[in-house]
T-cell receptor, first 115, second 119 residues
Framework: AQTVTQSQPEMSVQEAETVTLSCTYD???????LFWYKQPPSRQMILVIR????KQQNATENRFSVNFQKAAKSFSLKISDSQLGDTAMYFC????????????WGAGTKLIIKP | GAVVSQHPSWVICKSGTSVKIECRSL??????MFWYRQFPKQSLMLMAT?????????EQGVEKDKFLINHASLTLSTLTVTSAHPEDSSFYIC???????????????FGDGTRLSIL
């Protein structure tokens, strides 16, 4: 079975610091997609970043970047220059290539940015 | 683009009543929509996958007769919680994909969720 593991239930950092959230997954698939979603206190799910497994280059979106290690099945999210608005639950999700869009979710990491 | 509207955002009702939640894709056609349930401080739990014009596919353990899903058009899916009881109180979220083959990597786009409280 395919699984996604987020080993950090909660993290907190000072504003402007850099923080890395970990995510590992288990699959026998070779091609798939990985996502990070953010859920702030408003509970809206917001796509942060997406990575295609067949691309070796790590995805970046402004202050957000990933460290994708395919062999290790690791997909960590780095947030640079953290801001108070980054406080949220962060969910890592996996999707096989031909899965009818269905996602497999990690348990989430609660990130708190302190002023 | 890719906006999903979910309504209502919050509903309180008495035990035994039925509640309908709507999920609309506003600016794209969604052949597939998903319904999730989320308990406090937990991840999303997939309840069912809804394909336009066909019966929904329910996850194991989800009661089909309790949670009725209808996906009658490419822009609207509804979840009806029938004869709701306090244990059905939860946060329900829908999502939709903006079309194309799944292998194209299009992400799911989420509604803002519905907080359901059954008294």
């Amino acid at each position: 079975a395919q699984t996604v593991t987020q080993s950090q239930p909660e993290m907190s950092v000072q504003e402007a610091e850099t923080v890395t959230l970990s995510c590992t997954y288990d699959t026998s698939e070779n091609n798939y997609y990985l996502f990070w979603y953010k859920q702030p206190p408003s509970r809206q799910m917001i796509l942060v970043i997406r990575q295609e497994a067949y691309k070796q280059q790590n995805a970046t979106e402004n202050r957000f970047s990933v460290n994708f290690q395919k062999a290790a099945k690791s997909f960590s999210l780095k947030i640079s220059d953290s801001q108070l608005g980054d406080t949220a639950m962060y969910f890592c999700a996996f999707r096989p290539l031909d899965s009818n869009y269905q996602l497999i979710w990690g348990a989430g990491t609660k990130l708190i940015i302190k002023p | 683009g890719a906006v999903v509207s979910q309504h209502p955002s919050w509903v309180i009702c008495k035990s035994g009543t039925s509640v309908k939640i709507e999920c609309r894709s506003l600016d794209f056609q969604a052949t597939t929509m998903f319904w999730y349930r989320q308990f406090p401080k937990q991840s999303l739990m997939l309840m069912a996958t809804s394909n336009e014009g066909s019966k929904a596919t329910y996850e194991q353990g989800v009661e089909k007769d309790k949670f009725l899903i209808n996906h009658a058009s490419l822009t609207l899916s509804t979840l009806t919680v029938t004869s709701a009881h306090p244990e059905d109180s939860s946060f329900y979220i829908c999502s939709a994909s903006s079309g194309g083959a799944p292998r194209w990597g299009q992400p799911q786009h989420f509604g803002d969720g519905t907080r359901l409280s059954i008294l």
